[in-house]
């Protein structure tokens, strides 16, 4: 059984960077891959990241492109998403999610809430 | 960019057949994958490859998937599915990205 633990809520100012980690259990990510979904309040589900089953590098998508970063230590078992440039329509709950290799989200983190506010 | 398009919400009684549709150019090629999101947890996967139902998820879900559109069925609904429903597939021009419909809220009374 997987299981996925993501780091505690995090307060940041407009331009500042933000890490969230998440942390996996039951597999390794050797096994598994990482994709990374926000949810904005009001809005739906938005796709940030994550692995393409066709190469199997990590791909992100285009509105993030150059702002964020996607690694793995596994050593540790311990995937990271690092969001630079911090606006107020970042403010969100983050997760992560695994994939066993397939190119879909699997099993979800519980979710880590991120505030950009001045 | 490429989008799934899915109705905003669909209202269904106790016991009743609720059907989420969710529609993209690229579905005869790429598989279709459903999610729940009840209010305040996490997503979890209901539907994966189209038609596939994970261990654990109730067999009052089914998914299908015809030319251009996925639909997830709720068959017998009950008040605990009360949730957001996303599918989510992948881009198949060029960068495999992934893409998730705008979600459907189901209201279950």
């Known amino acids: 059984q997987v299981q996925v633990v993501q780091s505690g809520a995090e307060v940041r100012k407009p331009g500042a960077s933000v890490k969230v980690s998440c942390k996996v259990s039951?597999?390794?990510?050797?096994?598994?891959?990482i994709h990374w979904v926000r949810r904005a309040p009001g809005k739906g589900l938005e796709y940030m990241g994550g692995?393409?089953?066709?190469?199997?590098?990590?791909i992100y998508a285009q509105k993030f492109q150059g702002r964020v970063t996607m690694t793995k230590d596994t050593t540790t078992d311990t995937a990271y998403m690092e969001l630079r440039t911090l606006k107020s329509d970042d403010t969100a709950v983050y997760y992560c999610?695994?994939?066993?290799?397939?190119?879909?989200?699997?099993?979800w983190g519980q979710g880590t809430l991120v505030t950009v506010s001045s | 960019s490429y989008e799934l398009t899915q109705p905003p919400s669909v209202s269904v009684s106790p016991g009743q057949t609720a059907r989420i549709t969710c529609s993209g150019d690229e579905l005869p090629k790429k598989y279709a994958y459903w999610y729940q999101q009840k209010s305040g947890q996490a997503p979890v996967l209901v539907i994966y490859e189209d038609t596939k139902r994970p261990t654990g998820v109730p067999e009052r879900f089914s998914g299908s998937s015809s030319g251009t559109m996925a639909t997830l069925t709720i068959s017998g609904a009950q008040v605990d599915d009360e949730a957001d429903y996303y599918c989510y597939s992948i881009d198949n021009s060029g960068l495999h990205r992934g893409v998730f419909g705008g979600g459907t809220k189901v209201t279950v009374l």
């Open positions: 692995f393409d089953p066709e190469d199997g590098e990590i």
């Open positions: 999610a695994t994939d066993p290799l397939r190119g879909y989200p699997d099993y």
């Open positions: 039951g597999y390794t990510l050797t096994e598994l891959s």
